[in-house]
């Protein structure tokens, strides 16, 4: 398993979510990162997600 990591930002650029995850790739982590967002109703902000080697899964400006 792999540790993902999640952020959103608010307009001003405070993060208002920092979080990890556990995944076993890149395209589950996409998965767990959308729902996590949608959950929390965070999809609509500026976020990320990022691998453990550093590379962007998702993000949303």
């Known amino acids: 398993m792999k ?3 999640l952020t959103v930002f608010e ?3 405070n993060n208002i979510l920092d979080e ?3 995944a076993e790739n890149d395209a589950e ?3 767990i990162g959308s729902k996590k967002l ?3 109703g ?3 902000y500026t ?3 990022a691998a ?3 590379h962007l899964i998702l993000f949303h400006r």
Do not use: D, L, Q, T
């Open 52 to 54: 453990p080697e550093g």
């Open 47 to 49: 976020h990320r997600c």
């Open 29 to 31: 982590a996409r998965k």
């Open 11 to 13: 307009k001003n650029g």
């Open 20 to 22: 990890s995850f556990e």
């Open 38 to 40: 949608k959950e929390k």
């Open 3 to 5: 540790k993902y990591y």
């Open 42 to 44: 965070y999809a609509e």
